[in-house]
């Protein structure tokens, strides 16, 4: 990763912490808007830090659910729609 990168994925992880502690969890979006004023080359590397991260949050979370679920017998849940399917 460059330096920006780098940067803007600290940022993400120190967000994230600081989301769950205020119980925000579109706090995200005032930091971009803070860093977005200086610089927009960062705002856009936090804000995909932040989006992947979010995501890997989603995947995490339905891979347990889905395997507790066979665990434990119960149903599963159902992965959203592709969007790009027509």
């Known amino acids: 990763m460059g330096v920006v990168d780098d940067l803007g994925d600290d940022l993400a992880l120190k967000t994230l912490a600081a989301m769950d502690e205020l119980d925000n969890d579109r706090f995200y979006n005032d930091v ?36 507790s679920a066979k665990r434990e017998g119960g149903k599963a849940p159902e992965a959203p729609r592709d969007s790009s399917a027509h």
């Open 32 to 67: 971009a808007k803070v860093i977005g004023a200086s610089s927009p080359t960062l705002q856009e590397a936090f804000l995909t830090a932040i989006r992947i991260r979010l995501a890997a949050i989603r995947g995490h979370k339905f891979l347990d659910a889905t395997l």
